[in-house]
């Protein structure tokens, strides 16, 4: 319980994980998104990470575009980086309600080697000053003795 409650407080270096080349040209984050990965986030034929309905429009939607908003049914292509300089492109859309990262999402898996339930990422959405792309970058924190999912009440702290 400790070192989840540590893991929810911390500040991770969101640009650590971005080139330098695009760090200087991030113009706004959003707040990050909190996430003990799932059997369903990293499974082989899922290729997709599904994000909280609620937190998405709580914490992303502000730095969207109404045009975009309305476009997330069919989706858009975002660039994700994450650990280790690892980028993607990847489609950022709404499957019924739940918004979701699919394309790229499973070869990102691979690249950072994500599991479920051990990992713990933050996720946080930005725009690139000139020319005003929409991008993700996620950070993960792997907490090896974590071999299942997080009871409710705990899990529901995150965020």
């Not at 690139?128 to 792997?142: A, G, M, Q, W």
Request: net charge positive; charged share 30%; with cysteine.
């Amino acid at each position: 319980m400790m070192i989840i409650k540590a893991w929810n407080l911390a500040k991770p270096d969101l640009v650590e994980n971005i080139p330098s080349r695009v760090a200087k040209l991030v113009d706004q984050f959003s707040q990050p998104i909190k996430k003990q990965l799932t059997v369903s986030d990293v499974k082989e034929d899922q290729r997709r990470l599904m994000l909280g309905k609620d937190e998405v429009k709580k914490k992303m939607h502000p730095l969207l575009t109404g045009s975009e908003i309305k476009r997330l049914t069919e989706g858009l292509d975002v660039t994700v980086y994450g650990p280790g300089k690892v980028s993607r492109t990847m489609r950022f859309k709404m499957w019924s309600s739940t918004p979701v990262l699919t394309s790229g999402w499973k070869g990102f898996v691979d690249a950072c080697d994500l599991k479920e339930h051990c990992d713990f990422i933050h996720i946080w959405m930005f725009r690139r000053r000139e020319t005003r792309e929409l991008c993700f970058v996620i950070d993960k924190t792997k907490y090896s003795t974590i071999t299942k999912p997080l009871a409710k009440e705990i899990s529901d702290q995150i965020n």
